[in-house]
């Protein structure tokens, strides 16, 4: 069900030292930040050769990174994306797995405006999983 890997994202307290670190250190092309204020982050994407690389800083009061970075005050990866065909179909497969889709179990359009849910760590080998249709 599951294809290609479409990004790794990194949640950061400073995302402008997050980016320096990917475009300066590392030496990849990494684009703008665009603040998303109806998801609580500010995003900036690494693109390499093979996936993406999601940096992810808190946006706002209500921000759903601000818990895992107050565990994690150096950063860490946050989440994995894999892309699916059909989100519908994919939500159905799930559901009759006993898998936990977060929120209302719908999906949601994501941060690059496609449909977008994310399933719940401890069913999925303590990694938070969104799956994006292509
Ligand atoms: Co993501």
């Known amino acids: 069900m599951i294809g290609r890997l479409n990004h790794v994202a990194i ?16 030496g990849a092309q990494v684009s703008e930040p665009k603040a998303l204020p109806e998801h609580g982050v500010t995003t900036i994407f690494v693109d ?15 921000s759903p990174i601000a818990g895992f970075l107050a565990r994690n005050p150096d950063g860490g990866i946050h989440h994995l994306c894999y892309e699916v065909a059909d989100i519908e179909a994919a939500c159905r497969r799930l559901v009759a797995a006993g898998a936990r889709i977060l929120g209302d179990g719908r999906p949601k359009t994501g941060a690059h405006g496609k449909p977008v849910i994310f399933l719940h760590p401890k069913d999925f080998a303590g990694t938070l999983v969104e799956l994006e249709q292509a």
């Open 11 to 26: 949640a950061v307290a400073d995302i402008a030292a997050a980016a320096e670190l990917y475009r300066g250190t590392l």
């Open 48 to 62: 390499l050769p093979n996936t993406r690389i999601e940096l992810l800083e808190p946006l706002g009061e209500q």
